[in-house]
């Protein structure tokens, strides 16, 4: 599953919605630049560099990633086999440069994560490491952990080997390039292969009875004298990439797993409640789940480029709450499962961007190894979990205000207009205290509240009546209920 959050592809030219994001920025107390000594660190860690002694700068590694980016964590070469197909995989090594327990590992254990802002990105690491020396840019030699991944003919996960080496990278794909490239013929073997892996790796997925969810992000664009939001459908060549990043994940479970050690993203299975309610919705949209078929069968059918299948996908997301982090220790593996997956899985492919990657690409390596896992890393271990949790959530909030600033901003010169949309909640009264109707429009990827009477999962006219992009407030009224 990916993320959902806002992108603005060109900067919005207006200078109170600027200062709108600043003062979000500061109302959220989102991390402050870097400090001195902090910079100083990461300078001192690049010039004390020592790459690994094994050389696999002879693989024709390739990065894919949207247009522009310059923290680059992952590179691959793919290969076909008499028997399946082999994936090399380079996962930038972050911790050659974040010495354990170190004054970098400090600074990224109290951000977390990357934060990501409409109009810039707030980096885990000093950027001299995450968009440049730890970066896996081309043709330059960097450190990385080499996956080496074996699959059957039918995309099946076999053998893993793990080292840690230097690599370099030949080339820098964007995805919309490749992706054209892909569809106008182009006789690129390494796109050919993303492409036969990441659909072989989606129907093995299915078979697993697992959903992920790849839902669009948001996106600005000019529009007249103003703007407009759209939702950007992926690329298949995203969602291919997606699968050879969870793939990873599912053998770093699988490894850590087997051995007893490690932490793991889990996710529980959606409860019945919500999955009746989600498929009342399903059959209002004219796009019934059927009884006989898994969620994750139905949701892999849907085609998110109809407005009415995409707010479905939008609502599939509900069925999967609880996302958390646990060490492993000793529990059932059934309990241990990444529900929209259906597999244990663990966060692997990202350590520029999140904090929790570099200690499972650690705790992997050295269980490939057979070296034992230090103490320091296993205190370590045990409190990731709050670390993840406070980061995801402080993250979350200012994604959400962010989200509910632009969608304001834009907003604020239609009030009045009439939109269609599906009715999520409707108005009432609970423990005491009233709550508001929730809507998400079916042409643009908005939810909002509204005043009136309307029944959930019910189709309905509403108007746009209030857009405050001071309060991030939208809020509209039932016109007609249609259905």
């Excluded at 599953?1 to 030219?13: A, E, F, Y």
């Excluded at 949209?285 to 059927?290: A, C, E, R």
């Excluded at 898994?294 to 059918?301: D, E």
Aim: with cysteine.
């Amino acid at each position: 599953m990916t993320d959902r959050r806002i992108r603005s592809p060109r900067p919005v030219p207006a200078s109170d919605l600027a200062q709108l994001l600043l003062g979000l920025e500061k109302e959220f107390e989102v991390p402050a630049p870097f400090d001195e000594a902090t910079l100083a660190a990461a300078e001192a860690a690049v010039a004390n560099l020592v790459l690994p002694a094994e050389d696999a700068t002879g693989i024709p590694f390739f990065t894919i990633d949207p247009e522009g980016a310059t923290d680059l964590d992952q590179a691959m070469y793919l290969e076909k086999t008499g028997d399946g197909y082999i994936v090399n995989y380079a996962i930038a090594d972050v911790p050659a440069f974040v010495e354990l327990g170190g004054a970098l590992d400090q600074v990224a254990r109290d951000r977390g994560q990357t934060y990501y802002l409409p109009h810039r990105k707030i980096t885990l690491h000093p950027p001299l490491i995450s968009e440049d020396q730890g970066s896996l840019l081309p043709e330059q030699i960097r450190p990385a952990f080499h996956w080496k991944i074996s699959l059957d003919q039918q995309g099946a996960l076999g053998a893993v080997e793990l080292k840690r080496v230097r690599i370099k990278s030949r080339a820098q794909l964007d995805y919309a390039t490749a992706q054209r490239q892909l569809d106008g013929g182009s006789k690129d073997e390494q796109l050919a292969l993303l492409a036969e892996i990441g659909a072989l790796r989606i129907e093995q997925e299915r078979l697993r009875g697992g959903a992920s969810l790849n839902l669009p992000d948001q996106e600005i664009e000019p529009d007249g004298d103003g703007y407009r939001l759209v939702s950007r459908v992926p690329l298949p060549l995203e969602d291919h990439n997606a699968q050879i990043s969870l793939l990873t994940g599912i053998a770093a479970a699988r490894l850590m797993l087997d051995s007893g050690v490690g932490i793991l993203r889990t996710m529980p299975q959606p409860e019945e409640q919500s999955l009746q309610e989600f498929r009342a919705q399903t059959q209002l949209l004219g796009q019934p789940w059927d009884e006989g078929i898994s969620y994750g069968q139905y949701l892999h059918a849907l085609d998110v480029s109809d407005p009415k299948q995409l707010v479905i996908m939008h609502r599939a997301a509900s069925l999967f709450r609880g996302a958390d982090y646990h060490v492993i220790n000793g529990q059932p593996e059934a309990e241990m499962i990444q529900a929209a997956l259906a597999a244990p899985y663990a966060h692997t492919t990202a350590p520029l961007r999140r904090l929790v990657d570099r200690f499972v690409l650690l705790t992997c390596h050295l269980l490939t190894t057979g070296e034992s896992i230090p103490d320091e890393l296993k205190s370590a271990l045990e409190q990731l979990p709050a670390l993840m949790r406070e980061s995801s959530a402080a993250a979350n909030r200012v994604n959400r205000a962010s989200l509910d600033l632009m969608e304001a901003y834009v907003l604020q010169s239609r009030v009045g207009e009439q939109f269609h949309a599906i009715i999520l909640q409707g108005q009432g009264n609970g423990q005491g205290k009233a709550f508001e109707g929730q809507l998400q429009l079916v042409d643009l990827p908005v939810t909002a509240s509204f005043t009136g009477t309307a029944e959930p999962g019910s189709l309905a006219t509403v108007k746009l009546v209030h857009a405050d992009p001071q309060r991030r407030r939208i809020s509209f009224e039932i016109v007609a209920q249609n259905s």
